[in-house]
C-alpha cells in the first residue's frame, strides 16, 4: 500500500521568512496529494492540494509543487507570519484501494 | 450545512468498557473515513467506507468495528476498550466520482477518548 514520509518533523522560521515541508511517496499511481493545516485542539483543515496532471500550484502564499518522476511534492510557504503556526500534514492517494494516507506531520514555529 | 458531526466530545472509558463513536454529515458524500491522532503524532486510518453497505480497513482496524447502513452515518464502535485507544478520534468524507479522482476530505471536530 502507499506510504508518505514527511519531512522535518520541526521547523523554526523567521517571521517573514519562508518554510519549505517536503513530502515523499511510494505508490506511482496515486494522484491526489492534499496539505491539511491543524492548529492546536482543532481538526485538520485542507489549505492546498495538487492533482497528477499539474506541476504546480499556488494560492497567495502557499504554494505546492508535485515531481512525479521522483515521487515527492512539497509545500512552500512565503512571508510566514505568527498565524501560520500549527502542524502541517501532507497526505496521498493510494489510488489503487481509495485510501488517502497521512505524513506524521510538521510542527511549524514562527519565531517573532 | 453543518458538515461533518461527531458525538460525543469528550468520554472517558474503563479498561473492558464498551462504546460507540457517533459520525454524521450532511454533504451527501459517498466516501467516509476514521482516523486516530495519539498526541503530538499524526493521522492513522482505522476503517473507511465508499458507500453505504461497504466498509473496508484501514492501516490500525484491531479493536474497532464499522458498519454503514446509510450515507450520512457512520459510526465506529469499540468492544472492549484498552489503554491503548487513549486517543482522538475523528471522522472524515469526501465526494468521490470514481476511484480514480478523489476529492477533499472535510473533518469532523474530533472525539476525545481516554480509557483507564
Known amino acids: 500500500g502507499e506510504n508518505v514520509e514527511q519531512h522535518p518533523s520541526t521547523l523554526s522560521v523567521q517571521e517573514g521568512d519562508s518554510a519549505v515541508i517536503k513530502c515523499t511517496y511510494s505508490?506511482?499511481?496515486?494522484?491526489?496529494f492534499p496539505w491539511y493545516k491543524q492548529e492546536l485542539g482543532k481538526r485538520p483543515q485542507l489549505i492546498i492540494d495538487i492533482r497528477s496532471n499539474v506541476g504546480e500550484k499556488k494560492d497567495q502564499r502557499i504554494a505546492v509543487t508535485l515531481n512525479k518522476t521522483a515521487k515527492h511534492f512539497s509545500l512552500h510557504i512565503t512571508e510566514t507570519q505568527p498565524e501560520d503556526s500549527a502542524v502541517y500534514f501532507c497526505?496521498?492517494?493510494?489510488?489503487?484501494?481509495?485510501?488517502?494516507?497521512f505524513g506524521k506531520g510538521t510542527r511549524l514555529h514562527i519565531l517573532p | 450545512n453543518a458538515g461533518v458531526t461527531q458525538t460525543p466530545k469528550f468520554r472517558i472509558l474503563k479498561i473492558g468498557q464498551s462504546m460507540t463513536l457517533q459520525c454524521t454529515q450532511d454533504?451527501?458524500?459517498?466516501?467516509m473515513y476514521w482516523y486516530r491522532q495519539d498526541p503530538g503524532m499524526g493521522l492513522k486510518l482505522i476503517y473507511y467506507s465508499v458507500g453505504a453497505g461497504i466498509t473496508d480497513k484501514g492501516e490500525v482496524p484491531n479493536g474497532y468495528n464499522v458498519s454503514r447502513s446509510t450515507t450520512e452515518d457512520f459510526p465506529l464502535r469499540l468492544e472492549l476498550a484498552a489503554p491503548s485507544q487513549t486517543s482522538v478520534y475523528f471522522c472524515?468524507?469526501?465526494?468521490?466520482?470514481?476511484?480514480?479522482?478523489?476529492?477533499?476530505?472535510?473533518f469532523g471536530p474530533g472525539t476525545r477518548l481516554t480509557v483507564l
Open positions: 497526505a496521498a492517494t493510494g489510488n489503487r484501494d481509495d485510501k488517502i494516507i
Open positions: 472524515a468524507s469526501s465526494y468521490s466520482e470514481t476511484s480514480a479522482y478523489t476529492d477533499t476530505q472535510y
Open positions: 505508490d506511482s499511481a496515486s494522484n491526489y
Open positions: 454533504m451527501n458524500h459517498n466516501y
